[in-house]
């Protein structure tokens, strides 16, 4: 699997592994379908959402399904 970024799209991040969704619905991200999806960066959601981008970044990084 390609190595996920901060400066990745939610979009560009589903568009590897769509079962990543599960990643992120745990950290309370549920914005999939939202246009920010599109244009906003993994770290930008990040702070929107109070998240440790590096915890974030770490968990995708080692999902397996």
């Known amino acids: 699997m390609k190595k996920i970024t901060k400066d990745m799209t939610v979009a560009e991040v589903l568009n590897i592994n769509e079962n990543l969704k599960e990643v992120l619905m745990g950290f309370g991200m ?18 929107v959402h109070e998240i440790d981008i590096e915890l974030l970044l770490a968990k995708l990084n080692e999902y397996k399904a």
């Open 30 to 47: 549920h914005c999939f379908g939202c246009p920010c999806a599109l244009a906003e960066t993994l770290e930008e959601a990040a702070v």
